[in-house]
């Protein structure tokens, strides 16, 4: 009897604890619904920064990633300059050796000339007979002259003599013609003209002027491609915004390695000035636009 009174005892016991734990959650639950019928703002705040401590570190890492993004384009866009700059760096490399062995094979062809000035330069004493010219003109004038006094000498000797002649009214009267033939024999040889004077020719400085042909004038680099279809699309793609390309050339420029890309140049401008205006009318900035030469193969 005594075993059955400690253990409904014990049971006793056990049943008022399970009816305190149960007792106290229902006044836990009346006070969670009390709070929320009387302050329900206090909820809400309260899930806001649950939701928003729970969101800040898929916000810091969405954004992170988008850092990240931004850096990758901006390398791409450094690397892509870098390549254009050193393409054309290496074209007026060219450009210039191109320049100086055309100066330097010029400079071996004026060396290089026979010396057929000196026989010109030395045609031109003759021009020093003049003197003589009018020497001979006076001799001549002399020669003239003296025919003239022999002539009317002899015409004055026959008038006398037919005076002074004789009776017979039927005489002929005799005809001098010795002082014809005295002319005759007696004119000076034709003067010889003066050999004629041969101009001077002479060499100035030689002058270099640049060729017009495939490379010359300056044009704007407007884009890359990595093939010539690109470029088309892209020239087409431009003219339809920029108006002050459409008077202009486009040209392909060849890469100089396999791989690489394909530039796409208009132009030609008169000077560097000119090109770097028409890039700062299109408005794309240094990347986009910059002045080089004009060559290449036509689009």
Not at 64 to 73: D, N, Y
Not at 102 to 128: D, F, G, N, Q, W
Not at 183 to 193: I, L, V
Request: glycine share 8%; aromatic share 4%; with cysteine.
């Amino acid at each position: 009897m005594a075993a059955r009174s400690t253990q409904a005892s014990r049971s006793g016991g056990f049943f008022k604890l399970y009816m305190f734990i149960w007792a106290v959650a229902a006044a836990a639950a009346l006070a969670y619904l009390a709070s929320l019928a009387t302050a329900p703002d206090l909820s809400k705040s309260v899930t806001k920064e649950a939701q928003a401590e729970a969101e800040q570190p898929l916000r810091l890492a969405s954004r992170a990633l988008s850092e990240i993004g931004t850096v990758r384009r901006t390398v791409g866009d450094m690397q892509r300059d870098i390549a254009q700059i050193r393409d054309t760096l290496t074209e007026r490399d060219a450009t210039e050796r191109q320049t100086q062995s055309r100066i330097a094979a010029l400079e071996e062809k004026v060396t290089s000339l026979p010396p057929s000035t000196a026989p010109v330069a030395a045609a031109t004493p003759p021009a020093a007979p003049v003197p003589k010219q009018k020497a001979a003109d006076k001799a001549k004038a002399k020669d003239k002259a003296a025919p003239e006094a022999r002539s009317t000498s002899r015409l004055s000797r026959v008038e006398g003599e037919e005076k002074d002649g004789p009776d017979d009214p039927y005489a002929q009267p005799r005809v001098e013609t010795g002082s014809l033939a005295g002319q005759d024999s007696e004119q000076p040889a034709a003067a010889t003209p003066p050999p004629p004077v041969q101009p001077v020719v002479t060499f100035g400085a030689p002058v270099v002027t640049p060729s017009k042909g495939k490379g010359s004038g300056f044009a704007v680099q407007i884009g890359a491609g990595s093939s010539v279809d690109a470029l088309r699309a892209t020239w087409k793609q431009l003219q339809s915004k920029h108006d002050n390309l459409s008077g202009l050339e486009a040209r392909v420029v060849a890469p100089k390695a396999e791989g690489g890309k394909y530039r796409l140049v208009a132009g030609p401008f008169a000077s560097k000035a000119d090109a770097e205006k028409a890039c700062t009318d299109m408005g794309v900035g240094r990347t986009g636009c910059f002045s080089t030469s004009f060559h290449g193969d036509p689009l």
